[in-house]
């Protein structure tokens, strides 16, 4: 059972759409973060959410963590073909946890010129 | 000036064999981990350090071995290679604590043939 559901797993759009990705728990995490990830490179911090309703805006990136601290989503408005890559959600748990990372199975987008 | 560097970038070896993989963070970060990611994206965790101290131990099969000489170097020594040890595996460090965010090195790749 996957500590973290990411949804959906796959997301094909065009050029100017908007989407949203979706991380679900059933756990509280004490922070969120999202990872954009290209092939051949490892993940790139997007942002870390740590406050329940928090809501961070990078360029046309909308992050939001949920009320509760078990949920977590982005939004792209017009999205661009540079936008494509692997989008990972992650929490953390907190306590002794020494910052150990729970990751989501992740969203492959693509977005077609 | 890389700031999470690992090497090799790929590794192709037989199965029996034993191999190493080096990471070196120039971040100052006191923790650094070691993740698996298999052919589904999925990234999970297998060790963490905290200041050269063993702090996570997932249930990863004996023959791995990690071992962080300073806290500004993780490396990962594999016994015995097996054909299911193939995936990409990344090396991360960050400050200690649940809200920061990982920095991840780019990933070897590695090929048990």
């Known amino acids: 059972t996957q500590l973290l559901e990411q949804s959906p797993q796959f997301l094909s759009i065009q050029e100017g759409e908007n989407l949203t990705v979706y991380c679900n728990s059933s756990s509280v995490f004490s922070s969120l973060q999202w990872y954009r990830q290209e092939p051949g490179e490892g993940p790139v911090l997007l942002v870390t959410?740590?406050?329940?309703?928090e809501v961070k805006k990078l360029k046309r990136l909308t992050f939001q963590f949920g009320d509760a601290r078990k949920d977590s989503s982005l939004h792209i408005t017009a999205a661009q073909p540079g936008d494509t890559g692997l989008y990972l959600c992650a929490g953390a748990l907190g306590g002794t946890s020494y910052g150990k990372l729970t990751f989501g199975q992740g969203t492959i987008l693509t977005v077609h010129p | 000036d890389t700031a999470v560097s690992q090497t090799p970038k790929y590794l192709v070896t037989q199965m029996g064999n034993d191999k190493s993989i080096k990471c070196e963070q120039n971040l100052g970060h006191d923790t650094m981990y070691w993740y698996k990611q298999d052919s589904k994206k999925f990234l999970k965790i297998m060790f963490s350090?905290?200041?050269?101290?063993?702090?996570i131990n997932e249930t990863v099969p004996n023959r791995f071995s990690p071992k962080s000489p300073d806290k500004a170097h993780l490396n990962l020594h594999i016994n015995s290679l097996e054909l299911g040890d193939s995936a990409v595996y990344f090396c991360a460090s960050s400050q200690t604590g649940t809200a920061y965010g990982y920095t991840f090195g780019s990933g070897t790749r590695l090929t048990v043939v």
């Open positions: 959410v740590v406050t329940g309703g």
């Open positions: 350090y905290n200041n050269k101290e063993l702090i």
